[in-house]
């Protein structure tokens, strides 16, 4: 069914409301049209380098990145790095809301690829917070050692975490690096850079106030025993 303008504008609306209205709709058009064509370069990006196999921490103890990978998938995997500060014992809460997000639809990306989060966080700990907030839809590792961390950078020069998301691909018996990307604006913790997978502030996007700098906290979600 083809998209007109009295499928967009509720009755009675004004002549300015319905033009300004037909002006957004050709806009979010062009901005699906972009987001398709920087996907297409995303797919087509050259071979990227052979990773050593890391060594991660879990609920089964320890595994391999090249032990993520589930044959009966295609051969990709993507990995979500939740920022954690070892002086505070607090894990981000804007990492936090975007697992919280990731969770809900993990089961339908886990038909196709494999999906993991990780942290720097120790082991224990990191499996006490996942278990408190309902991360129980894919595996949830820690990091052994800092060289995946670093190499990604996951991690800063001066050590404090980065909120980032890899994507690793299985080829043969070696795993290569894909894509990583962090958010443009880390300072602020407002996401962006990253911001296509949380749907938080496409919903804010969609109200008059928008997303404006609000950021998540982990103080209003009800934690699980």
């Not at 038909?111 to 990780?118: E, G, H, L, N, W």
């Not at 602020?188 to 969609?206: A, C, K, T, Y």
Request: hydrophobic share 40%; glycine share 8%; charged share 25%.
């Amino acid at each position: 069914m083809k998209t007109t303008i009295d499928g967009l504008a509720a009755p009675n609306a004004s002549n300015d409301y319905r033009a300004a209205r037909e002006t957004l709709y050709a806009a979010e058009r062009d901005l699906i049209a972009h987001v398709e064509q920087v996907a297409r370069m995303r797919r087509t990006l050259p071979t990227g380098p052979e990773v050593p196999d890391y060594e991660f921490v879990g609920l089964n103890g320890r595994v391999r990145l090249s032990q993520l990978f589930d044959a009966d998938r295609e051969p990709y995997l993507v990995m979500y790095h939740v920022m954690y500060w070892a002086d505070e014992d607090t894990f981000c809460p804007m990492c936090s809301g975007w697992i919280d997000a990731l969770t809900g639809v993990a089961p339908h990306v886990m038909r196709r690829v494999s999906f993991v989060a990780a942290s720097q966080a120790p082991p224990e700990r990191l499996q006490q917070w996942a278990r408190q907030r309902g991360w129980d839809r894919m595996p949830v590792l820690s990091d052994v050692g800092t060289e995946l961390a670093d190499a990604i950078g996951a991690r800063d020069e001066d050590g404090d975490p980065v909120s980032t998301v890899t994507v690793f691909a299985k080829d043969g018996n070696a795993v290569r690096h894909v894509y990583t990307m962090h958010p443009d604006d880390a300072e602020s913790g407002n996401g962006r850079g990253i911001d296509l997978l949380n749907p938080v502030w496409h919903v804010f996007d969609l109200t008059p106030a928008g997303r404006g700098d609000v950021n998540l906290s982990n103080d209003y979600l009800p934690m699980r025993a």
